[in-house]
């Protein structure tokens, strides 16, 4: 199982895009799971081992501030145009933790591109 977060500023956004995702990667034949920032919190997301991917959505303030202590360990880190001016910052803690990160295209986040963002994340987790 692979972990993908998808941040914004307040979880909104990130929320459909993680959905846009989690529909392609079932097009694209990978089984898929949507959880929210709380799954992590609690670390309910190893329920779902048997799923190739779970996209998790949330606040960047997730990664920035509490700086995942105590949540399940993902394996990347997407940031969304919004919160780009926080990239640095969420950059520095994600490599501290050994997490990869990218930011989001603008244009592929703005017309809610599952497919392109799914890519990016595979990517990202060198699947």
């Avoid at 034949?29 to 949507?34: F, V, Y």
């Avoid at 950059?91 to 997490?99: A, H, S, T």
């Avoid at 989001?104 to 990517?123: E, P, W, Y």
């Amino acid at each position: 199982m692979k972990k993908l977060l998808i941040v914004c500023a307040g979880g909104a956004t990130s929320s459909l895009m993680a959905q846009n995702v989690v529909k392609e990667a079932e097009k694209q034949g990978l089984t898929a799971k949507l959880l929210f920032p709380e799954d992590l919190t609690y670390n309910r997301v190893d329920q779902y081992a048997d799923k190739d991917l779970v996209v998790i959505m949330g606040p960047i303030g997730m990664v920035v501030t509490t700086r995942l202590k105590g949540y399940s360990k993902v394996d990347a880190v997407l940031v969304s145009p919004q919160v780009k001016y926080l990239f640095k910052n969420a950059e520095k803690v994600l490599n501290e933790l050994e997490i990869p990160c990218a930011n989001i295209d603008s244009l592929a986040f703005g017309r809610m591109r599952g497919d392109i963002v799914l890519a990016q994340g595979l990517t990202l987790m060198k699947v």
